[in-house]
Protein backbone atom coordinates (compact mmCIF):
# COMPACT_ATOMS: atom_id res chain seq x y z
CA UNK A 1 0.00 0.00 0.00
CA UNK A 2 1.30 3.17 -0.83
CA UNK A 3 0.75 6.31 0.61
CA UNK A 4 0.18 10.23 -0.50
CA UNK A 5 1.73 13.38 1.35
CA UNK A 6 0.91 17.16 0.73
CA UNK A 7 4.42 19.24 1.72
CA UNK A 8 3.62 23.20 2.78
CA UNK A 9 6.18 25.88 2.74
CA UNK A 10 6.44 29.26 2.02
CA UNK A 11 10.72 28.54 1.58
CA UNK A 12 10.73 26.93 -2.16
CA UNK A 13 14.37 26.14 -0.71
CA UNK A 14 12.82 24.23 2.24
CA UNK A 15 10.60 22.16 0.07
CA UNK A 16 13.41 21.12 -2.64
CA UNK A 17 15.63 20.20 0.69
CA UNK A 18 13.13 17.95 2.18
CA UNK A 19 12.12 16.76 -1.19
CA UNK A 20 15.89 15.31 -2.67
CA UNK A 21 16.85 14.32 1.00
CA UNK A 22 14.18 11.70 2.11
CA UNK A 23 13.64 8.77 0.81
CA UNK A 24 10.39 8.02 -0.01
CA UNK A 25 10.58 5.00 -1.46
CA UNK A 26 11.36 3.36 1.89
CA UNK A 27 8.63 5.33 3.37
CA UNK A 28 5.45 4.14 0.10
CA UNK A 29 5.25 7.48 0.01
CA UNK A 30 4.71 7.63 -3.88
CA UNK A 31 2.41 10.34 -4.25
CA UNK A 32 4.01 14.00 -3.11
CA UNK A 33 2.09 17.27 -3.75
CA UNK A 34 3.15 20.59 -2.79
CA UNK A 35 2.22 24.07 -2.11
CA UNK A 36 3.62 27.74 -1.02
CA UNK A 37 1.01 28.41 1.61
CA UNK A 38 -2.13 27.48 2.49
CA UNK A 39 -4.30 29.18 0.03
CA UNK A 40 -3.27 26.91 -2.44
CA UNK A 41 -2.82 23.89 -0.55
CA UNK A 42 -6.50 23.84 0.30
CA UNK A 43 -6.47 24.51 -4.09
CA UNK A 44 -4.84 21.18 -3.87
CA UNK A 45 -6.73 19.14 -1.86
CA UNK A 46 -9.95 19.64 -4.05
CA UNK A 47 -8.86 16.41 -5.99
CA UNK A 48 -6.11 15.45 -4.00
CA UNK A 49 -6.57 13.55 -0.47
CA UNK A 50 -3.29 13.06 1.43
CA UNK A 51 -2.40 11.06 4.15
CA UNK A 52 -0.40 12.78 5.87
CA UNK A 53 0.50 16.82 6.05
CA UNK A 54 4.00 18.13 6.44
CA UNK A 55 3.54 22.00 6.89
CA UNK A 56 4.95 24.54 8.30
CA UNK A 57 3.28 26.79 10.80
CA UNK A 58 3.92 30.62 9.67
CA UNK A 59 2.77 31.41 6.49
CA UNK A 60 1.45 34.37 4.64
CA UNK A 61 -2.36 34.22 3.52
CA UNK A 62 -3.18 31.58 5.67
CA UNK A 63 -0.65 30.07 8.14
CA UNK A 64 -0.20 25.98 9.51
CA UNK A 65 -2.48 25.78 12.08
CA UNK A 66 -5.73 26.92 10.40
CA UNK A 67 -4.61 25.04 6.96
CA UNK A 68 -4.20 21.98 9.37
CA UNK A 69 -7.52 22.86 10.70
CA UNK A 70 -9.13 23.19 7.76
CA UNK A 71 -8.11 20.03 6.17
CA UNK A 72 -8.35 17.71 9.39
CA UNK A 73 -12.33 18.87 9.33
CA UNK A 74 -12.29 17.79 5.71
CA UNK A 75 -9.87 14.50 6.27
CA UNK A 76 -10.52 13.56 9.31
CA UNK A 77 -7.99 10.82 9.28
CA UNK A 78 -5.13 12.67 8.23
CA UNK A 79 -2.08 12.62 10.14
CA UNK A 80 -0.13 16.21 10.34
CA UNK A 81 3.28 17.19 11.25
CA UNK A 82 4.61 20.97 11.71
CA UNK A 83 7.76 22.92 10.84
CA UNK A 84 8.43 25.64 12.44
CA UNK A 85 11.50 27.87 13.19
CA UNK A 86 9.33 29.50 16.56
CA UNK A 87 8.62 27.18 19.22
CA UNK A 88 6.38 29.57 21.17
CA UNK A 89 4.22 28.35 23.58
CA UNK A 90 0.72 29.23 21.35
CA UNK A 91 1.58 27.25 18.30
CA UNK A 92 2.71 24.05 20.60
CA UNK A 93 -1.02 24.70 22.42
CA UNK A 94 -2.59 24.99 19.25
CA UNK A 95 -0.49 21.56 17.64
CA UNK A 96 -1.84 19.58 20.41
CA UNK A 97 -5.46 20.71 20.20
CA UNK A 98 -5.23 19.76 16.28
CA UNK A 99 -3.68 16.19 17.60
CA UNK A 100 -0.81 17.04 15.30
CA UNK A 101 2.07 14.21 15.49
CA UNK A 102 5.09 15.95 15.93
CA UNK A 103 6.12 19.37 15.87
CA UNK A 104 9.71 19.58 14.46
CA UNK A 105 12.04 23.28 14.48
CA UNK A 106 13.90 24.42 12.25
CA UNK A 107 16.85 23.55 10.51
CA UNK A 108 15.12 20.76 9.95
CA UNK A 109 17.44 17.72 10.77
CA UNK A 110 16.41 15.32 7.82
CA UNK A 111 17.34 12.03 10.25
CA UNK A 112 14.84 13.04 12.70
CA UNK A 113 12.32 13.70 9.73
CA UNK A 114 12.69 10.78 8.13
CA UNK A 115 11.98 9.02 12.16
CA UNK A 116 9.14 11.13 12.04
CA UNK A 117 7.64 10.30 9.17
CA UNK A 118 8.21 6.33 9.16
CA UNK A 119 6.31 6.54 12.51
CA UNK A 120 3.39 8.35 11.01
CA UNK A 121 3.28 6.25 7.97
CA UNK A 122 2.91 2.82 10.53
CA UNK A 123 0.17 5.06 11.81
CA UNK A 124 -1.67 5.67 8.85
CA UNK A 125 -0.99 1.75 8.15
CA UNK A 126 -2.66 0.60 11.25
CA UNK A 127 -5.71 3.28 11.18
CA UNK A 128 -5.97 2.00 7.23
CA UNK A 129 -6.24 -1.79 8.49
CA UNK A 130 -8.70 -1.29 11.41
CA UNK A 131 -10.49 0.95 8.86
CA UNK A 132 -10.69 -2.04 6.94
CA UNK A 133 -11.35 -4.07 9.25
CA UNK A 134 -14.39 -2.29 10.71
CA UNK A 135 -15.63 -1.61 6.87
CA UNK A 136 -14.83 -5.71 6.64
CA UNK A 137 -17.68 -6.30 9.63
CA UNK A 138 -20.24 -4.20 9.07
CA UNK A 139 -20.28 -4.99 5.07
CA UNK A 140 -20.33 -8.59 6.67
CA UNK A 141 -23.28 -7.42 9.23
CA UNK A 142 -25.39 -5.99 6.49
CA UNK A 143 -24.93 -9.39 4.18
CA UNK A 144 -26.20 -11.33 6.93
CA UNK A 145 -29.31 -9.21 7.50
CA UNK A 146 -29.91 -9.05 3.88
CA UNK A 147 -29.23 -13.08 3.96
CA UNK A 148 -32.52 -12.67 6.73
CA UNK A 149 -34.37 -10.56 4.97
CA UNK A 150 -34.29 -12.50 2.05
CA UNK A 151 -35.04 -15.76 4.16
CA UNK A 152 -38.27 -13.90 5.76
CA UNK A 153 -39.48 -13.08 2.01
CA UNK A 154 -39.05 -16.79 0.87
CA UNK A 155 -40.47 -18.33 4.19
CA UNK A 156 -44.24 -19.73 4.51
CA UNK A 157 -43.87 -18.01 7.93
CA UNK A 158 -43.33 -14.47 6.39
CA UNK A 159 -43.41 -11.67 8.97
CA UNK A 160 -44.43 -8.21 7.87
CA UNK A 161 -43.16 -6.28 11.26
CA UNK A 162 -40.00 -8.47 11.08
CA UNK A 163 -38.36 -7.61 8.13
CA UNK A 164 -39.48 -4.22 8.30
CA UNK A 165 -37.29 -3.74 11.40
CA UNK A 166 -34.37 -5.75 9.24
CA UNK A 167 -34.90 -3.39 6.69
CA UNK A 168 -34.54 -0.53 8.68
CA UNK A 169 -31.38 -1.44 10.44
CA UNK A 170 -29.63 -1.00 6.44
CA UNK A 171 -31.10 2.22 6.39
CA UNK A 172 -34.47 1.24 4.48
CA UNK A 173 -37.53 4.01 4.18
CA UNK A 174 -40.11 2.98 2.70
CA UNK A 175 -41.01 6.28 1.48
CA UNK A 176 -37.93 6.50 -1.10
CA UNK A 177 -38.72 2.95 -2.52
CA UNK A 178 -40.94 2.05 -5.82
CA UNK A 179 -40.96 -1.18 -7.91
CA UNK A 180 -39.73 -4.35 -6.80
CA UNK A 181 -39.11 -7.81 -8.25
CA UNK A 182 -37.79 -11.30 -7.58
CA UNK A 183 -35.57 -13.55 -9.28
CA UNK A 184 -34.72 -16.95 -9.23
CA UNK A 185 -31.38 -18.28 -9.74
CA UNK A 186 -31.63 -22.69 -10.04
CA UNK A 187 -27.92 -24.35 -10.53
CA UNK A 188 -29.30 -27.38 -12.56
CA UNK A 189 -25.71 -28.97 -12.75
CA UNK A 190 -23.08 -29.13 -10.16
CA UNK A 191 -20.05 -30.80 -9.77
CA UNK A 192 -20.25 -33.35 -7.13
CA UNK A 193 -16.85 -31.51 -5.36
CA UNK A 194 -18.31 -28.05 -5.68
CA UNK A 195 -19.59 -26.64 -2.04
CA UNK A 196 -23.26 -25.24 -3.11
CA UNK A 197 -23.20 -23.14 -0.23
CA UNK A 198 -20.08 -22.04 -0.31
CA UNK A 199 -20.04 -21.19 -3.96
CA UNK A 200 -23.61 -19.28 -3.88
CA UNK A 201 -22.68 -16.70 -1.03
CA UNK A 202 -19.16 -16.01 -3.07
CA UNK A 203 -21.80 -15.08 -5.87
CA UNK A 204 -23.86 -13.30 -4.14
CA UNK A 205 -20.89 -11.09 -2.51
CA UNK A 206 -19.67 -10.61 -6.25
CA UNK A 207 -23.35 -9.40 -6.95
CA UNK A 208 -23.08 -6.71 -4.21
CA UNK A 209 -19.92 -5.62 -5.04
CA UNK A 210 -21.13 -5.10 -8.87
CA UNK A 211 -23.97 -3.57 -8.47
CA UNK A 212 -22.99 -1.50 -5.21
CA UNK A 213 -23.67 1.78 -6.95
CA UNK A 214 -26.72 0.60 -8.23
CA UNK A 215 -29.67 2.97 -7.34
CA UNK A 216 -31.52 -0.67 -6.27
CA UNK A 217 -31.56 -2.20 -2.87
CA UNK A 218 -30.51 -5.81 -3.43
CA UNK A 219 -30.71 -8.46 -1.27
CA UNK A 220 -30.30 -11.85 -2.03
CA UNK A 221 -29.65 -15.63 -0.48
CA UNK A 222 -29.50 -19.56 -1.31
CA UNK A 223 -31.99 -21.77 -1.24
CA UNK A 224 -32.88 -25.40 -2.20
CA UNK A 225 -29.70 -24.88 -5.15
CA UNK A 226 -30.98 -21.88 -6.18
CA UNK A 227 -30.16 -18.68 -5.44
CA UNK A 228 -32.87 -15.40 -4.50
CA UNK A 229 -32.53 -12.22 -5.63
CA UNK A 230 -34.86 -9.10 -4.55
CA UNK A 231 -34.63 -5.97 -6.13
CA UNK A 232 -36.55 -3.20 -4.28
CA UNK A 233 -35.81 0.18 -6.74
CA UNK A 234 -34.74 3.64 -5.03
CA UNK A 235 -35.27 5.62 -8.16
CA UNK A 236 -38.70 4.80 -8.94
CA UNK A 237 -38.23 4.23 -12.59
CA UNK A 238 -40.59 3.30 -15.15
CA UNK A 239 -41.47 -0.85 -15.87
CA UNK A 240 -38.66 -0.41 -18.77
CA UNK A 241 -35.92 1.29 -16.54
CA UNK A 242 -36.50 -2.00 -13.98
CA UNK A 243 -36.25 -4.70 -16.82
CA UNK A 244 -33.10 -3.53 -18.13
CA UNK A 245 -31.81 -3.64 -14.50
CA UNK A 246 -33.33 -7.23 -13.53
CA UNK A 247 -31.84 -8.10 -17.35
CA UNK A 248 -28.29 -6.86 -16.24
CA UNK A 249 -28.43 -8.39 -13.20
CA UNK A 250 -29.89 -12.12 -14.29
CA UNK A 251 -26.76 -11.74 -17.19
CA UNK A 252 -24.06 -11.31 -14.53
CA UNK A 253 -25.19 -14.04 -12.43
CA UNK A 254 -25.92 -16.62 -15.52
CA UNK A 255 -22.10 -15.47 -17.03
CA UNK A 256 -20.08 -16.06 -13.67
CA UNK A 257 -22.24 -18.99 -12.62
CA UNK A 258 -22.30 -21.13 -16.10
CA UNK A 259 -18.95 -20.80 -16.67
CA UNK A 260 -18.47 -23.47 -13.92
CA UNK A 261 -21.96 -25.01 -13.38
CA UNK A 262 -22.80 -25.70 -16.91
CA UNK A 263 -26.93 -24.91 -17.07
CA UNK A 264 -28.85 -22.62 -15.24
CA UNK A 265 -32.29 -21.43 -15.30
CA UNK A 266 -33.32 -18.11 -14.80
CA UNK A 267 -36.99 -17.14 -13.56
CA UNK A 268 -38.08 -13.71 -13.03
CA UNK A 269 -41.44 -12.80 -11.01
CA UNK A 270 -43.98 -10.50 -11.70
CA UNK A 271 -43.65 -6.37 -10.74
CA UNK A 272 -44.75 -5.41 -7.30
CA UNK A 273 -45.10 -1.76 -6.40
CA UNK A 274 -44.86 -2.38 -2.80
CA UNK A 275 -41.64 -4.31 -1.03
CA UNK A 276 -44.17 -6.15 1.80
CA UNK A 277 -45.77 -7.83 -2.00
CA UNK A 278 -42.33 -9.33 -2.80
CA UNK A 279 -43.09 -12.90 -1.04
CA UNK A 280 -45.72 -12.78 -4.03
CA UNK A 281 -43.30 -12.52 -6.95
CA UNK A 282 -41.10 -15.23 -5.91
CA UNK A 283 -43.65 -17.74 -6.15
CA UNK A 284 -43.88 -16.02 -9.49
CA UNK A 285 -40.28 -16.52 -10.11
CA UNK A 286 -40.53 -20.13 -9.41
CA UNK A 287 -42.93 -20.59 -11.77
CA UNK A 288 -40.95 -19.02 -14.17
CA UNK A 289 -38.21 -21.23 -13.89
CA UNK A 290 -40.20 -23.84 -14.48
CA UNK A 291 -41.04 -22.65 -17.97
CA UNK A 292 -37.19 -22.88 -18.53
CA UNK A 293 -37.87 -26.40 -18.98
CA UNK A 294 -39.29 -25.82 -21.87
CA UNK A 295 -37.16 -23.34 -23.18
CA UNK A 296 -33.39 -23.11 -24.74
CA UNK A 297 -30.17 -23.95 -22.06
CA UNK A 298 -30.03 -20.66 -19.88
CA UNK A 299 -32.66 -19.24 -20.76
CA UNK A 300 -34.21 -15.95 -18.82
CA UNK A 301 -37.54 -16.88 -18.28
CA UNK A 302 -39.94 -13.55 -17.10
CA UNK A 303 -43.46 -15.33 -15.40
CA UNK A 304 -46.35 -15.44 -17.81
CA UNK A 305 -49.91 -14.36 -16.21
CA UNK A 306 -51.54 -16.28 -19.08
CA UNK A 307 -49.95 -19.36 -19.62
CA UNK A 308 -51.86 -22.14 -21.58
CA UNK A 309 -53.00 -25.13 -19.65
CA UNK A 310 -51.16 -28.12 -19.12
CA UNK A 311 -50.59 -30.33 -22.08
CA UNK A 312 -53.26 -33.09 -22.65
CA UNK A 313 -51.04 -36.27 -22.49
CA UNK A 314 -54.60 -38.53 -23.53
CA UNK A 315 -53.95 -37.01 -27.05
CA UNK A 316 -50.70 -38.96 -27.52
CA UNK A 317 -50.58 -42.60 -29.02
CA UNK A 318 -47.61 -44.82 -28.26
CA UNK A 319 -49.09 -47.05 -31.26
CA UNK A 320 -48.48 -44.45 -33.22
CA UNK A 321 -44.85 -43.85 -31.88
CA UNK A 322 -44.65 -47.57 -33.04
CA UNK A 323 -46.19 -47.08 -36.17
CA UNK A 324 -43.79 -44.28 -36.94
CA UNK A 325 -40.87 -46.65 -36.27
CA UNK A 326 -41.57 -49.44 -38.21
CA UNK A 327 -40.94 -46.97 -41.29
CA UNK A 328 -38.07 -47.78 -43.55
CA UNK A 329 -36.35 -44.46 -42.82
CA UNK A 330 -35.77 -42.22 -39.58
CA UNK A 331 -37.58 -39.27 -41.32
CA UNK A 332 -40.80 -40.25 -40.18
CA UNK A 333 -39.92 -41.07 -36.33
CA UNK A 334 -37.59 -38.17 -35.99
CA UNK A 335 -40.35 -35.54 -37.04
CA UNK A 336 -42.93 -37.23 -34.85
CA UNK A 337 -40.68 -36.84 -31.74
CA UNK A 338 -40.32 -32.74 -33.34
CA UNK A 339 -43.51 -32.13 -34.04
CA UNK A 340 -44.73 -33.83 -29.85
CA UNK A 341 -41.88 -32.25 -28.54
CA UNK A 342 -42.58 -28.52 -30.03
CA UNK A 343 -46.16 -29.07 -29.72
CA UNK A 344 -45.43 -29.50 -25.71
CA UNK A 345 -43.39 -26.61 -25.11
CA UNK A 346 -45.93 -24.62 -25.99
CA UNK A 347 -47.52 -25.36 -23.01
CA UNK A 348 -45.46 -24.11 -20.27
CA UNK A 349 -47.35 -24.81 -17.06
CA UNK A 350 -47.14 -28.63 -17.76
CA UNK A 351 -45.78 -31.06 -14.75
CA UNK A 352 -42.02 -31.83 -15.73
CA UNK A 353 -42.39 -35.18 -14.00
CA UNK A 354 -45.16 -36.06 -16.51
CA UNK A 355 -43.14 -34.52 -19.83
CA UNK A 356 -39.90 -37.19 -18.42
CA UNK A 357 -42.67 -40.02 -18.04
CA UNK A 358 -44.06 -39.61 -21.54
CA UNK A 359 -40.60 -39.93 -23.36
CA UNK A 360 -39.72 -42.61 -20.93
CA UNK A 361 -42.54 -44.77 -22.61
CA UNK A 362 -40.96 -44.01 -25.71
CA UNK A 363 -37.61 -44.54 -24.76
CA UNK A 364 -38.66 -47.91 -23.30
CA UNK A 365 -40.99 -49.24 -26.21
CA UNK A 366 -37.90 -48.21 -28.34
CA UNK A 367 -35.14 -50.64 -26.43
CA UNK A 368 -37.80 -53.34 -26.47
CA UNK A 369 -38.02 -53.39 -29.71
CA UNK A 370 -34.79 -53.09 -30.30
CA UNK A 371 -33.69 -55.78 -27.84
CA UNK A 372 -35.90 -58.29 -29.46
CA UNK A 373 -34.07 -57.80 -32.88
CA UNK A 374 -30.75 -58.27 -31.46
CA UNK A 375 -29.92 -54.66 -30.78
CA UNK A 376 -28.55 -52.67 -28.47
CA UNK A 377 -29.48 -48.59 -29.08
CA UNK A 378 -28.25 -47.25 -25.39
CA UNK A 379 -24.72 -49.26 -24.86
CA UNK A 380 -23.60 -46.70 -22.29
CA UNK A 381 -26.17 -47.82 -19.88
CA UNK A 382 -26.47 -50.81 -17.94
CA UNK A 383 -30.35 -51.38 -17.92
CA UNK A 384 -33.46 -49.35 -18.25
CA UNK A 385 -33.19 -47.89 -14.61
CA UNK A 386 -29.91 -46.58 -15.56
CA UNK A 387 -31.88 -44.50 -18.34
CA UNK A 388 -34.35 -43.50 -16.19
CA UNK A 389 -32.37 -42.01 -13.53
CA UNK A 390 -30.06 -40.23 -16.35
CA UNK A 391 -33.37 -38.87 -18.22
CA UNK A 392 -34.82 -37.59 -14.59
CA UNK A 393 -31.74 -35.52 -14.40
CA UNK A 394 -31.89 -33.54 -17.79
CA UNK A 395 -32.63 -29.66 -17.43
CA UNK A 396 -34.81 -29.08 -20.93
CA UNK A 397 -37.23 -30.75 -22.98
CA UNK A 398 -34.96 -30.49 -26.21
CA UNK A 399 -32.19 -32.89 -23.71
CA UNK A 400 -35.20 -35.19 -23.77
CA UNK A 401 -36.18 -35.02 -27.62
CA UNK A 402 -32.47 -35.48 -28.37
CA UNK A 403 -31.74 -38.16 -26.05
CA UNK A 404 -34.76 -39.88 -27.48
CA UNK A 405 -33.42 -39.44 -31.22
CA UNK A 406 -30.01 -40.82 -30.24
CA UNK A 407 -31.68 -44.16 -29.56
CA UNK A 408 -33.80 -43.87 -33.10
CA UNK A 409 -30.80 -43.44 -34.90
CA UNK A 410 -28.66 -46.05 -33.20
CA UNK A 411 -31.41 -48.21 -33.76
CA UNK A 412 -31.83 -47.69 -37.78
CA UNK A 413 -27.67 -47.45 -38.12
CA UNK A 414 -27.76 -51.19 -35.89
CA UNK A 415 -30.66 -52.39 -38.44
CA UNK A 416 -28.46 -51.18 -42.03
CA UNK A 417 -25.27 -52.51 -40.81
CA UNK A 418 -26.80 -55.68 -40.18
CA UNK A 419 -28.70 -55.73 -43.41
CA UNK A 420 -28.21 -57.84 -46.49
CA UNK A 421 -29.51 -59.70 -49.34
CA UNK A 422 -29.85 -62.55 -47.96
CA UNK A 423 -32.46 -62.29 -44.80
CA UNK A 424 -30.91 -65.50 -43.70
CA UNK A 425 -27.59 -63.89 -43.04
CA UNK A 426 -29.46 -60.62 -41.39
CA UNK A 427 -31.35 -63.25 -39.04
CA UNK A 428 -27.82 -64.57 -37.99
CA UNK A 429 -26.64 -61.24 -36.90
CA UNK A 430 -29.93 -60.22 -35.00
CA UNK A 431 -29.32 -63.37 -33.51
CA UNK A 432 -25.87 -63.17 -32.51
CA UNK A 433 -26.29 -59.55 -31.54
CA UNK A 434 -29.19 -60.39 -28.88
CA UNK A 435 -27.54 -63.48 -27.76
CA UNK A 436 -23.88 -62.98 -27.50
CA UNK A 437 -24.15 -62.50 -23.76
CA UNK A 438 -25.25 -66.47 -23.69
CA UNK A 439 -22.05 -69.08 -23.25
CA UNK A 440 -24.55 -71.31 -25.30
CA UNK A 441 -23.91 -69.55 -28.25
CA UNK A 442 -22.33 -71.59 -31.24
CA UNK A 443 -21.91 -72.21 -34.74
CA UNK A 444 -23.97 -75.70 -33.35
CA UNK A 445 -26.62 -73.69 -32.21
CA UNK A 446 -26.82 -71.09 -34.55
CA UNK A 447 -27.53 -73.94 -37.11
CA UNK A 448 -30.29 -75.41 -34.73
CA UNK A 449 -32.16 -72.25 -34.46
CA UNK A 450 -32.65 -71.45 -38.12
CA UNK A 451 -32.87 -75.10 -39.31
CA UNK A 452 -29.61 -75.14 -41.52
CA UNK A 453 -26.81 -77.04 -41.64
CA UNK A 454 -23.69 -76.03 -40.29
CA UNK A 455 -21.69 -76.94 -43.09
CA UNK A 456 -24.21 -74.76 -45.19
CA UNK A 457 -24.44 -71.65 -43.06
CA UNK A 458 -20.75 -71.31 -42.29
CA UNK A 459 -20.23 -71.30 -46.22
CA UNK A 460 -23.45 -68.88 -47.02
CA UNK A 461 -21.78 -66.53 -44.39
CA UNK A 462 -18.74 -66.48 -45.35
CA UNK A 463 -20.02 -66.38 -49.28
CA UNK A 464 -22.45 -63.21 -48.19
CA UNK A 465 -19.96 -61.08 -45.67
CA UNK A 466 -16.81 -61.92 -46.82
CA UNK A 467 -16.19 -62.75 -43.02
CA UNK A 468 -16.14 -66.26 -41.20
CA UNK A 469 -18.82 -66.65 -38.60
CA UNK A 470 -17.02 -67.60 -36.21
CA UNK A 471 -14.98 -64.58 -36.51
CA UNK A 472 -17.84 -62.46 -36.42
CA UNK A 473 -19.34 -63.92 -33.01
CA UNK A 474 -15.31 -63.40 -31.59
CA UNK A 475 -15.00 -59.63 -33.00
CA UNK A 476 -18.38 -58.82 -31.57
CA UNK A 477 -17.60 -60.24 -27.79
CA UNK A 478 -14.37 -58.79 -27.71
CA UNK A 479 -15.69 -55.31 -28.35
CA UNK A 480 -18.43 -55.88 -26.22
CA UNK A 481 -15.65 -57.15 -23.68
CA UNK A 482 -13.28 -53.65 -24.58
CA UNK A 483 -16.56 -51.79 -23.74
CA UNK A 484 -17.33 -53.11 -20.45
CA UNK A 485 -13.45 -52.99 -19.22
CA UNK A 486 -13.03 -49.53 -20.43
CA UNK A 487 -16.40 -48.61 -17.98
CA UNK A 488 -15.40 -49.26 -14.03
CA UNK A 489 -18.53 -49.41 -13.17
CA UNK A 490 -18.04 -52.98 -14.08
CA UNK A 491 -15.74 -55.25 -12.67
CA UNK A 492 -12.99 -56.76 -14.75
CA UNK A 493 -13.48 -60.30 -13.39
CA UNK A 494 -17.04 -60.32 -14.12
CA UNK A 495 -16.47 -59.55 -17.93
CA UNK A 496 -16.07 -62.83 -18.91
CA UNK A 497 -19.57 -64.06 -18.05
CA UNK A 498 -20.97 -60.47 -19.33
CA UNK A 499 -19.79 -61.45 -23.00
CA UNK A 500 -20.65 -65.45 -22.77
CA UNK A 501 -17.48 -67.20 -21.83
CA UNK A 502 -17.80 -69.63 -18.64
CA UNK A 503 -13.67 -69.70 -17.77
CA UNK A 504 -12.14 -66.31 -17.08
CA UNK A 505 -8.48 -67.52 -17.86
CA UNK A 506 -9.74 -68.68 -21.38
CA UNK A 507 -11.37 -64.93 -21.70
CA UNK A 508 -8.31 -63.09 -20.97
CA UNK A 509 -6.10 -65.22 -23.16
CA UNK A 510 -8.70 -64.73 -26.16
CA UNK A 511 -8.52 -60.87 -25.12
CA UNK A 512 -5.19 -60.88 -24.97
CA UNK A 513 -4.48 -62.31 -28.44
CA UNK A 514 -7.16 -59.76 -29.70
CA UNK A 515 -6.32 -56.80 -28.08
CA UNK A 516 -2.28 -57.16 -27.14
CA UNK A 517 -3.41 -56.94 -23.41
CA UNK A 518 -4.76 -58.93 -20.76
CA UNK A 519 -8.19 -57.08 -19.33
CA UNK A 520 -6.58 -55.57 -16.48
CA UNK A 521 -3.73 -53.83 -18.94
CA UNK A 522 -6.40 -53.00 -20.86
CA UNK A 523 -8.46 -51.21 -18.22
CA UNK A 524 -5.36 -49.66 -17.08
CA UNK A 525 -4.39 -48.10 -20.15
CA UNK A 526 -7.91 -46.66 -20.66
CA UNK A 527 -7.91 -44.75 -17.83
CA UNK A 528 -4.44 -43.45 -18.34
CA UNK A 529 -6.20 -41.95 -21.71
CA UNK A 530 -9.00 -40.65 -20.18
Known amino acids: MAFKLLLVDDEYSTRDHIISRIDWEKLDIDQIKQAEDGVQAVKVCEDFTPDILLTDVRMPRLNGISLATELTNKFPELKVIFISGYADKQYLKSAIEIKAVRYIEKPINMKDLFRVLKNTVEMVKSRN??????????????????????????????????????????????????????????????????????????????????????????????????IIVFLIDKKKRDYMDMYSLVNRISGFMQNRISVICGNIAVGVGTFVKEWEQLPTSFKHSKLAVHQCFFKKPNSICFYKIDMKQSFNFSQFDLTEFIHCLKKDSPGHITFFVRNL??????????????????????????????????????????????????????????????????????????????????????????????????????????????????????????????????????????????????????????????????????????????TGLTPTEYRKKTHEFH
Not at 168 to 192: F, P, R, T, V, W
Not at 211 to 216: H, I, W
Open 129 to 226: TQLSEIKELRTIETNILKDYIAQSLTSSNFSLAECQRSLESINYNKADYGLSIAIKIHILEMSEDTNFDLFARAEIVALYDMFKSSTAEIIATIKNQS
Open 341 to 514: TTNIKNYESTSISDVINLYYSMISKLTDIAHNEGIEIYSDFSGEQDIWSYINKLSYIDQLCDFLLKGVNNYYSAIKNSQYDNETISRIIRHIRKNYNAQDLSLTSISLENNLSYTYICHLFKEVTGNTLHKFILDYRMKKAMEFIGDSKYKVKDVAGMVGYRNGNYFSLKFKNY
